[in-house]
């Protein structure tokens, strides 16, 4: 594929782009429904804690609003069009990699003042 400057593109790398998958869907954190299509009628509300992109892949780790006992859920944002369509539980095989990644971006959010009003989800803001 050839722009109009007879720059090389990366047909991957546009994809990647258009699909939202260029950089982390939320930079802050941001209230989200989720639905069980197995019980159309019920939707539960998370608070997307963190988010980041690897493997040309969204992850989240999402904290329950209506129950704050409940630890941290890790999925997979599937993005369409550059929006957020729908999650998905980690495999077993990936969860452990995933985990540690959201740990490590815990542990420097816990380490590091705020200087200003600004989420420390920012730090997430980048591609692993």
Do not use: H, W
């Not at 209506?66 to 941290?72: A, H, I, L, S, V």
């Not at 369509?85 to 590091?112: C, G, H, M, R």
């Not at 705020?114 to 420390?120: A, E, L």
């Amino acid at each position: 594929m050839m722009s109009a400057k007879d720059n090389v593109i990366d047909f991957s790398d546009y994809k990647r782009k258009r699909n939202g998958l260029d950089k982390p869907l939320f930079d802050e954190p941001a209230l989200i429904q989720v639905g069980d299509p197995s019980k159309p009628n019920t939707c539960v509300k998370y608070m997307v804690v963190c988010n980041f992109v690897r493997y040309n892949r969204q992850f989240m780790a999402l904290k329950r609003e209506d129950k704050q006992e409940e630890p941290y859920m890790l999925v997979e944002g599937i993005v369409e069009d550059g929006s957020l369509a729908k999650v998905n539980p980690l495999t077993e095989a990936e969860y452990p990699e995933i985990e540690t990644l959201f740990q490590k971006i815990f542990a420097k959010v816990t380490k590091e003042p705020s200087n200003n009003n600004k989420s420390n989800l920012r730090l997430a803001f980048k591609r692993y």
